[in-house]
């Protein structure tokens, strides 16, 4: 075999390797602008996602869009389901679907999406605002690794933005979260930009981390 057949052969074999050690099952709770983008970004870098709402029925036409390696399940089915699961709903969701899964997503890795506004969300949004949004979360989903992210970038950017350099706030302590967050922002294409869990309310919209930018520019806003 000549060196070069071998080389090209070789280097199939590890692109195969690391496909399918990449491949996460990633459950998508809340399928809507902000779900439904990453979902889609998500299933083109490779992965299998469940999408789900209180309405699976009606996610035909995304998965149909997103791809062969997408479907749509029940919350409950996508809980169980994902390696990890993206939760995108309006915060003022947060007590009901803390009842729902409590006990589902034990030691999994979550990143949420969802922020609360106190007019949107009534009195969960509020309490959440002032207590911190990443002790709200941690509150409604006990024993789960953490990860706040895709807080303060539209959902349209998300999509035309992507590969494009743009840093993501990924805010986040432990190492599990840390690590499965920072794979999911890159592999929607973004560069992530690690921070405490406790900064996450600067990365709300309209506060000071919100909108797209480089990394060197995000750095250089939260002083590291
Ligand atoms: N829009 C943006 O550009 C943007 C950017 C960054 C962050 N965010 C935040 O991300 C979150 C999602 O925003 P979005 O614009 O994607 O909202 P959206 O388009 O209204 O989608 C919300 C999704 O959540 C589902 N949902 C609502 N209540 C639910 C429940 N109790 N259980 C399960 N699913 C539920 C809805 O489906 P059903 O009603 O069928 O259940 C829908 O699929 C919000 O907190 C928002 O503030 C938005």
New binding site residues.
């Given amino acids: 075999m000549s060196r070069i057949l071998f080389m090209v052969l070789a280097g199939a074999a590890l692109c195969t390797g690391q496909a399918l050690a990449d491949t996460l099952r990633i459950s998508v ?9 990453l979902g889609t970004q998500w299933v083109k870098a490779g992965h299998s996602v469940m ?6 029925e ?2 035909a036409a995304l998965v149909k869009t997103a791809g062969p390696n997408a479907q749509a399940g029940s ?1 409950s089915d996508a809980a169980a389901w994902g390696d990890v699961i993206v939760l ?6 947060m007590p ?2 803390s009842e ?1 899964l409590k006990g589902k997503l034990d030691g999994k890795v979550v990143l949420s ?5 106190s007019g ?2 009534g009195e969960t949004g509020r309490k959440a605002l002032a207590q911190g949004v990443a002790l709200a979360d941690e509150h409604y989903l006990p024993g789960v690794h953490l990860v706040r992210a ?9 999509r035309d933005q992507a590969h494009k350099n743009v840093a993501i706030p990924t805010f986040a302590d432990d190492a599990q979260a840390r690590e499965m967050g920072a794979r999911l922002v890159r592999d929607a294409g973004f560069i992530p930009v690690l921070i405490p869990l406790a900064r996450a309310n600067e990365g709300l ?1 309209g506060g000071p981390l919100s909108g797209a930018r480089s990394e060197a520019e995000l750095r250089q806003k939260l002083g590291l």
Wanted: aromatic residues 12%; proline residues 9%.
């Fill in positions: 709770i809340g399928a809507g602008n902000v779900g439904g983008t999408f789900s709402s209180r309405h699976p009606q996610l919350v995108s709903v309006p915060y003022g969701a009901a679907l729902q999406t969802s922020n609360p506004f949107r969300d895709f807080n303060a970038i539209g959902y349209a950017s998300m919209p």
